[in-house]
């Protein structure tokens, strides 16, 4: 089982930006996914993008393409979540998931996916 602490959510105004991190720690990443969803109230858990470890090719939904860009850290075990230009309707709270599978065409694009979740962390922008 992988932990998964992620921070750097805040309150920022439409056309700003946000870099979030997630921390991971428990065991070695070799081999999982490692993924981003949000969740707005009333919504389903919203798939974000997604990354290898720890070769680093991702995957981000169209929603969020040329916006925001997963990265990762490997040192520092961590995978981050560069967001610009962000818009009222990116607001939710953001979650960190992993998953340990092969690596195949068929990303892991659903929240059913992935085993391992972090609390959370609350991205509001305001218009």
């Known amino acids: 089982q992988v932990q998964l602490v992620e921070s750097g959510g805040g309150l920022v105004q439409a056309g700003g930006s946000l870099r979030l991190s997630c921390a991971a720690s428990g065991r070695s990443l070799v081999g999982y996914y490692l993924g981003w969803f949000r969740q707005s109230p009333g919504k389903e858990r919203e798939f974000v993008a997604a990354?290898?470890?720890?070769?680093?090719?991702?995957n981000h939904a169209d929603s969020v393409k040329g916006r925001f860009t997963m990265s990762r850290d490997i040192a520092k075990n961590m995978v981050y979540l560069e967001m610009i230009s962000l818009k009222p309707e990116d607001t939710a709270v953001y979650y960190c998931?992993?998953?340990?599978?092969?690596?195949?065409?068929?990303?892991?694009?659903?929240?059913?996916?992935?085993?391992?979740w972090g609390q959370g962390t609350q991205v509001t922008v305001s218009s």
């Open positions: 998931a992993a998953i340990l599978r092969a690596f195949t065409s068929n990303w892991p694009i659903s929240e059913y996916d992935y085993d391992d």
């Open positions: 990354l290898r470890w720890p070769g680093g090719l991702t």
